[in-house]
């Protein structure tokens, strides 16, 4: 992700913050603490340097829903990553180890990959797409690479797909068990398209499946939509939703912006037609949200609404009895 937003550290451990380094370091700990709440969840290091910035900063939490604005971030990148390396990354408790910067792939694999290493084990291919010193029991991740290397999962039809413009972002999603919750695949868009014609056959046997995409507030994730539809190819009754971010969401949610160089007549000129005007200008400034700048209880809540759908009724003596009339004639009587 950009980090052009962050100024670079002038000299010392903590200058340009005001803040000791013992301050740092506890607010990583207390931002741990609540990145992981409610039950232990999972989190990349972007997402616990945003809730640093949150615990550092209680105001723009209190500020949020009542007034909206997109503030900048209260800490440094760099400082931030100092005093997490002066603690210890494998210290913090629900932590995910960084992804490789490249020639990882988050989402299930392709069977050509699997046909290129017949020699290699079960267990080394599904630790592969991560980084080599960490196991995939440690990550909660096999499941999914298990299932969909399986040929005979791709004959049923596939209701719902997700895609995400930032590749960690779908390891965390993952690492929480998303994709079993919502019974929805997670795919990093850089790693799966174009999408293995096996999926794209169980999309289409759906009738009216949805592909749903994750991306930031920013020109190229606003533009991420129009690319994964076209990505699709000619696939009949298949939707590809926008789950956000819009920078309407950042601003409502008041979730901490960067600013980059202004993007390009051609950039703009991509945005979908949807965006408010005032969006429009305000992407035009170089400014953008990360996805990974929304709390991470509040960011599974949301996908898992937005990609199961609504909830059935409760159960109650009342919904029991009317689904008993309903069943047929020998459940409840006609007189």
Not at 75 to 99: I, K, N, S, Y
Not at 148 to 169: A, F, K, N, T, W
Not at 207 to 221: C, F, I, Q, W
């Amino acid at each position: 992700m950009s980090k052009r937003h962050l100024p670079p550290p002038r000299s010392g451990p903590n200058a340009g913050t005001g803040r000791p380094a013992g301050v740092t370091g506890r607010a990583i700990t207390a931002a741990a603490a609540r990145a992981g709440a409610p039950g232990g969840l999972r989190f990349t290091e972007r997402q616990l340097y945003y809730e640093t910035c949150r615990v550092l900063s209680p105001g723009s939490t209190l500020l949020r829903g009542r007034v909206p604005g997109t503030p900048a971030p209260v800490l440094r990148l760099p400082v931030f990553t100092r005093a997490l390396e002066a603690r210890g990354r494998e210290t913090v408790p629900g932590l995910l180890p960084p992804l490789p910067e490249s020639g990882a792939r988050v989402g299930p694999r392709r069977p050509r990959e699997r046909a290129e290493r017949p020699e290699r084990s079960e267990r080394s291919e599904l630790s592969e797409p991560w980084d080599s010193s960490v196991s995939s029991e440690s990550l909660e991740l096999p499941e999914l690479s298990e299932a969909y290397s399986e040929p005979d999962v791709y004959d049923y039809g596939l209701p719902r797909l997700l895609m995400c413009q930032d590749r960690s972002i779908a390891g965390m999603l993952l690492a929480n068990h998303v994709h079993l919750e919502a019974a929805c695949p997670v795919f990093a868009a850089a790693d799966a398209l174009p999408l293995d014609p096996r999926l794209l056959a169980a999309l289409r046997r759906a009738e009216g499946a949805t592909v749903y995409v994750l991306h930031d507030a920013s020109p190229a994730g606003l533009a991420l939509p129009a690319q994964v539809r076209s990505g699709l190819g000619p696939v009949p009754g298949v939707r590809v939703v926008s789950l956000g971010l819009a920078p309407r969401h950042a601003a409502a949610l008041r979730l901490p912006t960067g600013r980059g160089p202004a993007p390009g007549p051609a950039a703009l000129a991509a945005l979908p037609a949807a965006l408010r005007p005032r969006e429009a200008d305000w992407l035009a400034e170089g400014r953008f949200a990360e996805v990974a700048a929304v709390p991470p209880d509040r960011l599974l809540r949301t996908v898992l609404r937005l990609t199961r759908g609504p909830r059935p009724p409760r159960d109650s003596l009342w919904n029991g009895l009317r689904g008993l009339r309903g069943a047929g004639f020998m459940t409840w009587p006609a007189a």
